[in-house]
Each structure stands twice: as structure tokens, then as C-alpha cells.
């Protein structure tokens, strides 16, 4: 067996580009933009942007933060990104620099665009509609010029409760978002939904739909089966196998204590990974060897580098053994769920560390 | 005011190396190693290391992996690094490029180190006193040959509950610490303690500590009050302030529901910037203006580039306004607590992300 000490992140862009190909079927008539904030949700910006770009066509990217923008430009020289946080004294170079597109939120945002426009950009107006988050209040949109109007690339909102087919928030948001469209931008192209959207059907669709979480293989209607591939797998590697005597304890604060013999495996993965705390004592983790599919459980607090689990009865584990601690079975919606959080946390933890051995399956 | 978009973490470095100086007051006679793993909690284990190598003259550093050692090098030429998770089939080349120091905790890793030894490197021997991690057990120490004790440099052991004084686990541990060097590693020097176990006393402290957590500012005896300075702040920029009418819902899944009138605020942070998504509802973030501290309320779900707030009746707060997310009063400590964890998940987590302004106070 090989001695080996370092958790994988393996990210499957094929996957990733056939949930992208799923998602535009149903919104056949729209712009299937990609959001790849946040590190394409810690996946990767640069690498998932410029697959998309090479394989999938796909020529608009959404990004939170310009800094953001800037990182994946040059994978991706003919697309528009998009700015969701919008433009200000703190990041205007990087606009500039990069030709990113601003997000307009606010009558603050849209003053300084106007005295910072950049040539050849036509910047989003982004408009309230219930999620109460960032956008336009309707209030603020009276007082648009006709010049600032015709200003406007796409007209855009949020929904709140997209993931709940049926619920009452989406059929509210929707008639608000075609009333102000009507009123105020009747010839400007318009996108409502994020990847939960895509779902509710085409009078959701408009111009663009923006293509995140259910593209990264979560699922975003968590009352029906996913149709989305997982395309992330995370392993881990077992550090040491020994026996523990009954009555003794493990990890931190002594939160586990044996009432009989056990055997324990220390995995090399932790918090600080981005494997969640709140799965002490609670995390299941899996071996598949010999054909063999066995559930494992964590015991003892979670710790920063490692977590610790009770291999009692698994006879074939071995020291440089690779656990999996998410995959296609135990999927990011699992691992939310055991920890009390959502999927789109998990996934924008786990990839933020540098100590992964990163691969791209491509 | 100026737009901003961007939240910013600061480092205070000078009340880092305040925070290694006064813990190693406390443990004058033993060499005070510094815990930068992770990088660095988090904080950057470049900026970190370099600074407690060129002002703390700080030798001795730990890591969890190679990779992170590989990263620190350059910044620290004459230290020693020592990476707990030991040494592999994975990152054996970094061990001889880096001239990294492998803890070796376990019977293969011994051998894996016999067949791939490094000039003039005395691995550290990791032992198992009752934490139930990494570590030889006692069983397997009666294994060990002369000739591989010997070319042992440290023996080392890690605490479960350093956090409580008079735990029974600290005696029980120092008792099977002391037990096992007298028996197997008499003349090598000991450590025992990372920076809870410092505050513990003298017998504790041994030939070196490791400190980590309370370097960065983390009360690690919190039954005790805090002696060490908090070195970290972040703060997030108010993106847009408007009124929400009575009834009105706010963020996902519409958690929140507006019984009155109230304004609210948006903030750019999120789950994305490592800000925990359970603190939804719950959080809490400081308006410091005129000399004023308000304490403002997280209203709805955390998403993942921002939070929503409630302002009612905090009339000077304006767009381009920074909140304080922690600071040296509503500390780590405080919002690891509010969020159902740990400070050191919160620090791990905070740092994890580029899309803070960083900034170094030097």
C-alpha cells in the first residue's frame, strides 16, 4: 500500500458542461449565462469559466466581485462578465482594465457609473421584485432618465424561493418583474432566474437564464430527484488504523468515549479543508473497496487536519486507503443536510483550501 | 461617500508578535514554535511566518502539510518545518526540495521515512497519550529500534482538553507523556503543548510549545478571560439601504417577515467570505460612526455575496458605509459562539476566500 497523507478534489467538467447542456434544454429560447462566483462556487473560476467558454460556447459569466472578474478574463477574452456587487471607488481600475460589466443595484451605483462609463458597456439595471436583497426599489425606478434607460443592457432580478415549485413568493416576484418591465423596460432584455428558476417553467426563462448551483450538481429543487450529474468528489486518505480500548476517549473535549473495544482510523481531512465542524460525532464517510460500498461513522470532534472514525468490523481497510467523504451517492445535498447547512455552503468550502491535491477531469 | 463593494480583512501583525511574545513569557525555558498551518489559520502563512521569522526571530514552525511547507520556504530559509501529517508516496519530492522535518506518527510512516531519509533531517516521533488522533501507540513503541530512536530530533504529544484547567485528561496525558519519554525517549527533546496547554504551567511546557490558536488571538481557556490581543478585523461595505414595507419578506426561502416598517441595509459578505450561514437571523454587525457603536441585527437568510440587516432607527448609517463583521470587541471568540462553533473554524474559514481586500498592518 502507498503511504499517503493528502486529500483529492476531483472535479468532473465533462459533467459539469453536460449539466450546463441539461439546464439550456429547458430554457432553450434564453442566454445560458454561467455564474461563476464565489470561485465557481470553489471549484475553480479559471478552469471551469474556460471549459465552459471552449466547449460550451457559453459567452456570459456572472462574477460577485470584480476582482473576480478580473482573475478568469483571460480564459475567457470574448465574453461578457457580468458584476453582481456592481462598480465603485474600490474597484473601478479593475472594470476598466478587464472591460467587466457593472451590475446596477442602486441610484448610488448608477451616479457612479455615470461619471465613470466605459466605452462599448452597457451596464445591467438590477430591480427589487421581493427577495429584498440587492436591486432598484420600485420607488428609485421612477426617477430614471430615458438616457439612463436606454443605457441598459438586460434588465435583471432574483428570486427568492425558486427552489419551491409552486410557492407563493415566485408567482409574486414574477408579476412584479414583468409589471416594472413593462413600465420601464419594454426593449430591454430581461433575466429573472438563477438555475432553481430554470425549473418553473419558460415564462421564467426571458432573454438569460443564470446557470449556477443545479450546473455544479446540486439539486435545486430539493422536493423532487436531482436530474443534475454530481460533479465533485472529495477523498481522503487514512493516516493510521489503530485499536481503542474500551473506556477511552477521542478528539477534542472528549466527546466520544468507547463502552467497548473499537478500532479508529484518523483521516486526513478536517475544518480546515472546509469538511464541516458540525459533522463531530455525526459524519459519514465511505470505503469502497473489493466492490464493496461500507459507511463508516466519525466519532469525536472534528478537528482542523483530521477527523477520526470507528472502523470496528471493516476488515479490509489499510492505512493509505482513500475514504470518500462526498461523491455521486453521498452527494454535496447529503453532506448539507447531515450538517445542518445547505449544499451551496458545503461546495463553497471544500474548495477553498490549497492542501487539496486538485484534479480536472477534462 | 465613496461606493465600495469590497469587505476587507485586516491583519494586525505587531499584536501577533505581542500575542508570541507574551505567551512565550509564559513558558520562558521552552523553545516557542510557531503553528502556521492551515495558512496560518487562515491569515497567510507567507505574511505570517515571515514576520515572526524576521521580528519574532521565531525558528521552529509547524505545518499539517507539505504543500504548505513548500509555501512558507522562501519566506523563512534557516527554519525548521515540521509537517504533522507526516511524509508520503504524495509529497515525498516536496520533503527533499523544501528540506521540510516529517512527524512521524505510525509504523508505516517509519518505514516509508527509512527508505526515503533526508540528509541531515531528524524526523519528529509522534506519540499517542489520549487524545485518540495521530501518534504512535504505546504498543507499537516497543517496536522501535535504538538506531531509529536515536535519529529521532523531538517527541512529541497533542492535548485533548488543554482548553479546561483541571481537566482530568491534562494529568492523564502529562502522566502517559512523561511515562513513555522516560521509557523509550529519555535524551530527546519533549513537547507537549500547543498554546491552550501553555497556560496549564511549567510541567506543561517541556522543551518547546506550539503556538497557534492564541497567537492568533483566540481565547483558548475560555473559562478564563481573554489575556491575548485580537488581531483580526473584517468589514463589509453597505451596498444599499432602502425601507421595507410591513409584510414583506426578506431573503431565501422568506425567513423573515417584516411585522413593521423597517429599513434595511445590504451588506456585501457572505457565506462565500466564510461569514457562517447559520448566523441567518441571528448575526450580528457594529456600525462604528461619530464616535457611536450600534449593534445591528442579520435579518433573513446569509446568502452567499451578502446579508441583509435591519437599520431602523439607526439614522446615520449611509451607503458606503463599512460595518464591522469582528473586530477586538464582538471578537472570534464571540461570533464562533453566536454561530454554533468554534472561533477556529470561523478564523479557517474567514481567510479562505480572495475576495477581501487584505490588508497588513506591519
Chains 1, 2 share one sequence.
Request: proline fraction near 4%; charged fraction near 20%; aromatic fraction near 10%.
Amino acid at each position: 500500500m502507498p503511504v499517503l497523507t493528502r486529500p483529492v478534489l476531483e472535479i468532473n467538467l465533462p459533467a459539469l458542461l453536460d449539466n450546463y447542456y441539461n439546464l439550456q434544454k429547458l430554457a432553450p429560447n434564453a442566454i445560458a449565462a454561467a455564474v461563476v462566483k464565489d470561485d465557481a462556487y470553489g471549484l475553480g473560476a479559471e478552469e471551469v469559466s474556460a471549459y465552459l467558454y471552449k466547449y460550451g460556447n457559453c459567452r456570459h459569466f456572472f462574477v460577485a466581485h470584480a476582482v473576480e472578474g478580473a482573475n478568469i478574463r483571460s480564459q475567457i477574452p470574448e465574453a461578457i462578465i457580468y458584476v453582481l456587487q456592481g462598480m465603485g471607488d474600490d474597484n473601478v481600475s479593475l472594470f476598466k482594465r478587464y472591460n467587466l460589466t457593472p451590475v446596477i443595484s442602486s441610484s448610488e451605483q448608477l451616479i457612479f457609473w455615470k461619471q465613470n462609463r466605459i466605452t462599448d458597456i452597457k451596464p445591467v439595471v438590477h430591480i427589487e421584485t421581493g427577495l429584498n436583497r440587492l436591486g432598484f426599489r420600485e420607488q428609485d425606478l421612477a426617477g430614471l432618465s430615458t438616457e439612463d434607460i436606454a443605457g441598459f443592457g438586460l434588465v435583471m432580478s432574483h428570486l427568492a424561493c425558486a427552489d419551491v415549485c409552486g410557492h407563493f413568493m415566485n408567482v409574486k416576484q414574477l408579476d412584479n418583474f414583468i409589471r416594472l418591465r413593462n413600465q420601464y423596460f419594454k426593449d430591454i432584455p430581461a433575466s429573472l432566474s438563477a438555475s432553481d428558476g430554470v425549473f418553473l417553467g419558460e415564462e421564467y426563462h426571458f432573454d438569460m437564464v443564470r446557470l449556477g448551483a443545479a450546473m455544479y450538481g446540486i439539486n435545486t429543487a430539493p422536493n423532487r430527484p436531482n436530474t443534475m450529474k454530481a460533479i465533485v468528489t472529495v477523498k481522503a486518505p487514512v493516516l493510521e488504523i489503530a485499536p481503542l480500548a474500551q473506556g477511552e476517549y477521542v478528539g477534542y473535549s472528549a466527546t466520544y468515549r468507547a463502552d467497548t473495544q473499537r478500532n479508529i482510523a484518523i483521516v486526513s481531512i478536517g475544518y480546515g479543508d472546509g469538511y464541516p465542524r458540525s459533522l463531530s460525532n455525526v459524519g459519514k464517510v465511505y470505503l469502497h473497496k473489493n466492490h464493496q460500498r461500507s459507511e463508516i461513522r466519525v466519532i469525536g470532534r472534528v478537528s482542523m487536519d483530521n477527523l477520526i472514525c470507528d472502523v470496528t468490523g471493516i476488515s479490509n481497510i489499510e492505512v493509505g486507503d482513500m475514504v470518500n467523504i462526498l461523491d455521486d451517492t453521498y452527494t454535496l445535498d447529503n453532506i448539507g443536510q447531515d450538517a445542518g447547512t445547505i449544499s451551496y455552503e458545503i461546495l463553497s468550502r471544500i474548495g477553498k483550501n490549497t492542501r487539496f491535491e486538485r484534479r480536472y477531469l477534462k
